[in-house]
C-alpha cells in the first residue's frame, strides 16, 4: 500500500504567521489528496480536495499545491481558530490512507 | 442537510463482538459508497472500510480485514460495520463518512460529511 508522511509532526506558531505543511507519498498518486482540519474533540472538517481545491467555506487564508508524491497545505496569517490537527489522506485506490497528522500549537 | 448519526458504541470484552450503524439523511444515500473511518484515543484517523453504492463492492484496511463486515441498507438508509474478535487496539471512536467525487469534485467530495462518532472501548 502506498504511505503517506506528514512534516513537521508538531508545529509552534503564532497568530499571524505562515505556516506550510508537507505532505508526502511512498507512490504518485496524481492529485488525489484531500486535506483535513480536526479541533479537538471534534470529527475532521474538508478543507482541500484534489491536492488544491479550496472547498466552499473554508477560508482563502488556506491554499493546496502539488501533485504526484508531494503535496503542501499553506495557511496565510495564522487565526487563532487554526490551532488544530492537520491530516492528508490519499484516494486515489483503497485503502484511503490517512497520514500521520500534524498539530499546529501556539 | 446531510445528517450522518452513528450508533452502537460501548463497551465490549476482548474477544467480543459489536455492530455499529450509521443513520443517514439529507442526501440520497443509495448514490453514495460510504465509508468508516476510526481514531483510537489521542491518536491519528485510520481509514478502515468502505462500501459502493449499491453494496456488491467493500474495501478493508488490513488492520480489521477478516474481524470487520461493511454492510449498508439502501432502503434504510443505513450504513453498518459489524465488529468480530475485538482487540484492544480496536478501541477508538468510529466515524462514519459520507462519500463522494475524489477529484474535480465540485461540492459534491468525499469527505464533506462526518457523523459525530460512536466510542467503542473494547477492555476486560
Known amino acids: 500500500d502506498i504511505q503517506l508522511t506528514q512534516s513537521p509532526s508538531f508545529l509552534s506558531a503564532s497568530v499571524g504567521d505562515r505556516v506550510t505543511i508537507t505532505c508526502r507519498a511512498s507512490?504518485?498518486?496524481?492529485?488525489?489528496l484531500a486535506w483535513f482540519q480536526q479541533r479537538a474533540g471534534k470529527a475532521p472538517n474538508l478543507l482541500i480536495s484534489?491536492?488544491?481545491t479550496l472547498q466552499s467555506g473554508v477560508p482563502s487564508r488556506f491554499s493546496g499545491s502539488g501533485s504526484g508524491t508531494e503535496f503542501t497545505l499553506t495557511i496565510n496569517s495564522l487565526q487563532p481558530e487554526d490551532f488544530a490537527t492537520y491530516y492528508c489522506q490519499r484516494l486515489n485506490n483503497y485503502p484511503f490512507t490517512f497520514g500521520p497528522g500534524t498539530k499546529v500549537e501556539i | 442537510e446531510v445528517q450522518l448519526v452513528e450508533s452502537g458504541g460501548g463497551l465490549v470484552q476482548p474477544g467480543g463482538a459489536l455492530r455499529l450503524s450509521c443513520s443517514a439523511s439529507g442526501f440520497s444515500f443509495k448514490k453514495y459508497a460510504m465509508h468508516w473511518v476510526r481514531q483510537a484515543p489521542g491518536k491519528g484517523l485510520e481509514y478502515i472500510s468502505s462500501?459502493?453504492?449499491?453494496?456488491?463492492?467493500?474495501f478493508y484496511a488490513d488492520s480489521v480485514k477478516g474481524r470487520f463486515t461493511i454492510s449498508r441498507n439502501n432502503s434504510k438508509n443505513t450504513l453498518n460495520i459489524q465488529m468480530s474478535s475485538l482487540r484492544p487496539e480496536d478501541t477508538a471512536v468510529y466515524y462514519c463518512v459520507k462519500g463522494g467525487g475524489l477529484a474535480n469534485c465540485g461540492g459534491d467530495c468525499y469527505g464533506e460529511s462526518w457523523g459525530q462518532g460512536t466510542l467503542v472501548t473494547v477492555s476486560s
Open positions: 484534489a491536492a488544491s
Open positions: 507512490q504518485d498518486i496524481s492529485r488525489y
Open positions: 462500501i459502493n453504492s449499491n453494496g456488491n463492492k467493500t
